[in-house]
């Protein structure tokens, strides 16, 4: 017994619904009775704080920080003899570490990140946070989890090897071991859960196509060995911009030493798809495909998807989740691959793209902006609906949804003026405006003649 005036049963509970591991850990070093309390059922109080961090997921969470190859294999090597055991009550009843709980919080910031993105690209747009139903957001962490210890067991780095290792066998295409234990480890999950990490792993392809399209790289193989990188990585890639994305697949290629894709990755090639479609054939006696109902309804409920047709309020096209409002636009600031910073300037009229001589240049990089931590399109749009609008277009709204199109139409209408006045904000000369305005041609190859003019302007002469 305590010596507080608080029965111990009490204390008890109440560490059991602390949200965090940090606030277990606070109680806990208040006092040496609360101490005693913990010590009397550590691993109830843990795992139910766990719970309470991680959520119902917490099996498939446990699962996946608790698998580590044996100390003999390495991950050079691209035979697995050393595969998870199937899922099981064990792993939840068993202590939960204090070093275990980082890896726990870690891989719940890149889940819940994760369901967000998910959320916001195929449930609801109109919120930037997860409107997944309990089930859902339960469905679709636990198949996040599976995908995630996947890659952990199938680490891209175990096929740097490979290529030698398939020549020396005459072998083309992947190796029928590495198939069959890929094909081990999927087989231990019901059919459902095989249509949900499927499906997951469909949507972590659209995020590393959305995001590295900007750069042109557009391959299914491409997709499925950065798709190796793992769940995590994808998150942080994508949340860090696209030059982290870079550098991920600039990591699993050298790794790989690509030469033909198809023939080098061979081990990568539809990494988890192939080997869950050839499992669902068997069971199921029917080829899978991505537009199949199990496919596209295996987390979300048809139901309760929001807006998936939504038109864009100034033309009219269905543009469901492709649709630009405060909530997405973080998201098309980092896909789009015209409203890029990088890409802006496509936008401008006349030969103004052109023309890099002029200090506006250096208002349209990544660098600026980055320090600014704004998005240049959004801060276009905004400088346009705060008084600046041209009267073409009148009947457009701050709170219209508008397809891409529209935001390049109303953008390039305005572009060149709020450049010319973002620049006089931050110091620059004003220069005396050049006749030909915009469409002079002589500012795309005189850099005296384009430092010493203004071409961010109309042409007034010679029309
Ligand atoms: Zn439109
Ligand atoms: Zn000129």
Redesign the pocket.
């Known amino acids: 017994m305590n010596r507080l005036p608080l029965d111990d049963d009490i204390i008890d509970s109440i560490f059991t619904f602390l949200p965090t591991f940090a606030d277990l850990q606070a109680a806990i070093l208040t006092s040496k009775a609360f101490y005693q309390v913990f010590e009397t059922r550590p691993n109830s109080t843990m795992r139910a704080v766990a719970y309470n961090v991680v959520g119902p997921a917490l099996p498939q969470a446990l699962r996946v920080l608790r698998f580590h190859l044996s100390q003999n294999i390495s991950y050079e090597m691209c035979y697995n003899k050393n595969l998870p055991a199937p899922e099981s009550n064990y792993d939840i009843e068993r202590f939960i570490l204090p070093k275990e709980t980082f890896g726990l919080v870690e891989n719940v910031k890149a889940v819940r990140g994760l369901e967000d993105l998910f959320s916001l690209r195929h449930k609801d747009r109109r919120f930037e946070s997860s409107q997944l139903s309990p089930e859902e957001s339960h469905r679709f962490q636990s198949a996040m989890y599976r995908v995630m210890l996947y890659c952990k067991v199938f680490s891209y780095r175990r096929y740097r090897m490979y290529r030698g290792f398939i020549e020396d066998r005459g072998a083309v295409g992947i190796d029928p071991q590495v198939f069959e234990e890929r094909e081990v480890v999927l087989s231990d999950y019901g059919t459902k859960d095989l249509y949900e990490i499927l499906s997951l792993s469909f949507f972590l392809k659209d995020i590393i196509q959305d995001t590295i399209e900007v750069f042109d790289v557009e391959d299914s193989n491409e997709l499925d060995t950065i798709l190796s990188i793992g769940p995590s990585s994808i998150y942080y890639a994508f949340k860090d911009s696209v030059v982290a994305f870079n550098a991920a697949s600039n990591d699993v290629n050298e790794s790989l030493d690509p030469m033909d894709l198809q023939d080098t990755y061979p081990s990568l090639c539809g990494y988890i798809s192939k080997p869950i479609e050839f499992i669902l054939e068997q069971r199921e006696g029917k080829k899978v495909s991505r537009d199949d109902d199990e496919v596209r309804y295996a987390i979300l409920k048809a139901e309760n998807i929001r807006g998936e047709h939504d038109?864009?309020?100034?033309?009219?096209?269905d543009?469901g989740f492709d649709l630009f409002g405060p909530s997405t636009y973080n998201y098309f600031g980092k896909t789009s691959r015209v409203l890029h910073v990088s890409t802006l300037r496509s936008l401008l009229p006349g030969k103004l793209r052109f023309n890099t001589h002029d200090r506006f240049n250096s208002y349209l990089t990544q660098d600026f902006w980055q320090n600014r931590n704004e998005i240049a399109f959004v801060a276009v749009l905004e400088w346009i609906y705060d008084g600046h609008k041209s009267s073409e277009f009148e009947a457009w709204n701050k709170d219209d949804w508008?397809?891409?199109?529209?935001?390049q139409?109303i953008l390039s209408a305005h572009l060149h003026v709020w450049l010319l006045d973002l620049m006089i904000k931050n110091g620059e000369a004003v220069l005396e405006d050049c006749w030909y305005g915009y469409n002079c041609r002589t500012q795309t190859h005189s850099q005296h003649h384009a430092t010493r003019l203004n071409h961010l302007c109309v042409q007034t002469r010679f029309r």
Do not use: I, N, T
């Open positions: 038109c864009c309020d100034q033309c009219g096209q543009a508008l397809c891409e199109d529209c935001v139409h």
